[in-house]
Nanobody
Framework: QLQASGGGFVQPGGSLRLSCAAS????????MGWFRQAPGKEREFVSA????????SVADAVKGRFTISRDNVKNTVYLQMNSLKPEDTAVYYC?????????????????WGQGTQVTVSS
């Protein structure tokens, strides 16, 4: 089970940190990712993290502004979001998958959190 939190309302240029806590099983050997979905748009990849070698990938749209990290002891993955823009407004979902591939395809992910709303507006 994945529980996402940390969303909220922020002005452009602000920051938020999303958290995704995993329970029920250990996710130390899987890949975890963040996706987002804005109203009327398809779900899109944001970032993914592979625990085995601490590698990560990030979408071009958020590169240089968002950072993914993971605390294996707490079984939690984080998404630090800086320099937020109105176009970052969306529901953000965390997800987990088996295997090492840092996939940007949401269909490859088996487990999903409930989503947390991020709104960037002045």
């Amino acid at each position: 089970q994945l529980q996402a939190s940390g969303g909220g309302f922020v002005q452009p240029g602000g920051s938020l940190r999303l958290s995704c806590a995993a329970s029920g099983r250990t996710f130390n050997t899987v890949t975890m990712g963040w996706f987002r979905q804005a109203p009327g748009k398809e779900r899109e990849f944001v970032s993914a993290f592979r625990s085995s070698d601490r590698s990560s990938s990030v979408a071009d749209a958020v590169k240089g502004r968002f950072t993914i990290s993971r605390d294996n002891v707490k079984n939690t993955v984080y998404l630090q979001m800086n320099s937020l823009k109105p176009e970052d407004t969306a529901v953000y979902y965390c997800a987990a998958k088996g295997g090492p591939a840092l996939s940007s395809d949401y269909a490859q992910y088996d487990y999903w959190g409930q989503g947390t709303q991020v709104t960037v507006s002045s």
